[in-house]
């Protein structure tokens, strides 16, 4: 093997991770020229420049990338070892790098995430919050969850974790204003609150009633990137919403919303942990989606 000191490898690690020799030097406890040497050792032990240097910041170059991709999964490998091995072998440690929809993770997710940490307290949750989909094979995840019908990428593996129907809703002071619809093509007379799945705006909302299908092109004054705002705006009486019942149980169950055309059925909404399939998952990975699983199964 061409790299000698795994010491070098993380002066490589943290210079990418600050974008600075002298702050990696300072977070790993050397000096600035130990640092440097590591860094020039190892580039000459690979015969490649890994960083381009300036006078302001460092930046990886395409090898860097490589090398840094591959190191980082070596480094996750070790922790795991190293758990596995060590006198506690049935606690796990390390990041978990886990990218979810927004609304879900306020309406759902945050209390179950919060009793997964309790349970096990050498875990670190980096939480990736949004509806444009991280790319889990490129970015810096380890699992995402994700609204699929398809899995959209044959190199990613599914975990299928519960498939809600949307419920059409709207909040009563909506309905007292405007009226109820009572067929989909109503919806045409409404005010539809409408957000991105995906990397679309989520406008044509399809209806099933005695194998009669239809497709309705919805509009209104309100769209967002982020779907806890719609949510938001649906609760605050501005429009009508389309969204797995999931997310909206709590304003259901209270009458905050009330579902609408419920003689309609709805799409449904497969929700995955999608992880990557060429990429060793670790533990602690493996076990907050069993954890999930579990909590989406029991309904609690």
Same mark, same amino acid.
Request: charged share 20%; proline share 5%; with cysteine.
């Given at each position: 093997? =061409? ?6 490898? =993380? ?6 991770h600050v974008g600075s020799l002298t702050r990696a030097a300072g977070a790993l406890g050397m000096t600035p020229s130990a640092a440097s040497a590591a860094l020039k050792r190892i580039e000459a032990q ?16 395409e090898q860097g990338r490589i090398l840094l991709d591959y190191a980082g999964r070596a480094f996750d490998l070790l922790a795991e070892a190293e758990s596995q091995v060590g006198a506690e072998q049935a ?48 970015? @810096? ?10 899995l959209p990428d044959s190199r990613l593996v599914g975990r299928l974790l519960a498939s809600p129907p949307a419920v059409l809703c709207a909040a009563p002071a909506y309905l007292a204003l405007r009226g ?12 539809? $609150? ?31 990137? @982020? ?15 389309? =969204? ?29 942990? $999608? ?26």
């Amino acid at each position: 093997m =061409k790299i000698e000191n795994i010491n070098d490898l =993380k002066v490589v690690l943290q210079t990418a991770h600050v974008g600075s020799l002298t702050r990696a030097a300072g977070a790993l406890g050397m000096t600035p020229s130990a640092a440097s040497a590591a860094l020039k050792r190892i580039e000459a032990q690979l015969n490649t420049r890994l960083f381009e240097r300036s006078t302001r910041a460092m930046r990886l170059t395409e090898q860097g990338r490589i090398l840094l991709d591959y190191a980082g999964r070596a480094f996750d490998l070790l922790a795991e070892a190293e758990s596995q091995v060590g006198a506690e072998q049935a606690a796990l440690v390390g990041a978990v790098r886990l990218a979810a929809p927004s609304d879900l993770t306020r309406s759902i997710l945050l209390p179950w995430l919060n009793e997964f940490m309790a349970q096990h307290p050498g875990v670190e949750l980096q939480l990736h919050v949004g509806d444009r989909p991280m790319d889990v094979v490129r970015d @810096d995840v380890d699992l995402a969850l994700r609204y699929y019908g398809e899995l959209p990428d044959s190199r990613l593996v599914g975990r299928l974790l519960a498939s809600p129907p949307a419920v059409l809703c709207a909040a009563p002071a909506y309905l007292a204003l405007r009226g109820t619809p009572h067929t989909p093509q109503a919806l045409a007379q409404h005010n539809c $609150l409408t957000f991105m799945r995906g990397r679309q705006r989520h406008r044509l909302w399809r209806f099933e009633r005695d194998g009669m299908h239809c497709e309705i092109r919805v509009s209104g004054d309100r769209s967002a990137d @982020d779907a806890s705002l719609a949510h938001a705006w649906a609760v605050q009486g501005h429009g009508i919403l389309l =969204k797995t019942g999931l997310e909206l149980r709590q304003e259901l169950d209270s009458g905050a919303l009330v579902p609408l055309l419920t003689d309609w059925t709805t799409e449904v909404y497969p929700l995955h942990a $999608l992880l990557p399939s060429s990429r060793f998952v670790p533990a602690r990975v493996r076990a907050l989606v069993t954890f999930l699983e579990d909590r989406f199964a029991s309904g609690r």
